[in-house]
């Protein structure tokens, strides 16, 4: 005959492990691995999730970062959209800014991209726009073509947004990265948070 006190307890066993399972904290903390910025900005793609990066092809650590982000990139999420945001918080970070968004307007940017990185960090002059376009041209862009783009009105506009967004992010340094406009990434696991704040923002709101 069946003993209802030893299918009891059996049950009692076997949920021990799920309520355990359950009751696990997540990962990453915020405050700790990322913080929740005060005024969220809507991402500037309706129904995806955002993930922007804030960088100087003059900083080292942006440098370091670099190799984590391409391989991260190949494994992003179809639900995900990543942009790249240089920002010029002085004069010299400047003429690097121009350099990128001159690059994305000639349709050479993904050529051009970690070759910039590694001109800046093979201490490489590349601090105006004469040595800019020389180092174009090394690499088959038409210098005229170059400064045009460098000046053009495109690449103020989309320099001064980079600039306001930093300032709105609350940004203070770089590498800097935004999940959905709504969390500044802190750790250095920083895709690994990353990851988790894209699922975090995939689940649905309720």
């Not at 002085?90 to 000639?106: Q, V």
């Not at 180092?135 to 947004?161: C, I, M, N, P, W």
Request: neutral net charge; aromatic residues 12%; glycine residues 6%.
């Amino acid at each position: 005959m069946p003993n209802p006190l030893r299918y009891l307890l059996l049950l009692m066993v076997c949920a021990l492990p799920l309520a355990g399972y359950a009751a696990d904290p997540p990962p990453f903390a915020e405050g700790k691995d990322y913080v929740r910025l005060q005024t969220p900005i809507p991402p500037a793609t309706p129904g995806k999730i955002e993930v922007v990066e804030m960088f100087w092809y003059g900083c080292p650590h942006c440098y370091e970062l670099e190799p984590v982000t391409q391989e991260w990139l190949k494994r992003k999420p179809e639900n995900v959209v990543f942009t790249r945001m240089p920002v010029a918080f002085g004069a010299n970070w400047e003429p690097g800014a121009r350099a990128y968004y001159a690059a994305e307007t000639l349709g050479v940017l993904d050529k051009l991209h970690p070759v910039l990185f590694e001109a800046f960090h093979k201490r490489r002059k590349l601090n105006t726009e004469n040595e800019l376009a020389t180092f174009f041209a090394e690499h088959g862009v038409d210098q005229d073509a170059f400064r045009k783009a460098y000046k053009s009105f495109q690449t103020e506009t989309q320099l001064r947004r980079s600039n306001q967004l930093a300032q709105r992010y609350g940004v203070k340094g770089v590498p800097t990265i935004i999940v959905n406009g709504k969390y500044d990434v802190r750790s250095p696991r920083m895709f690994e948070v990353v990851d988790f704040l894209i699922a975090k923002e995939a689940q649905p709101q309720g």
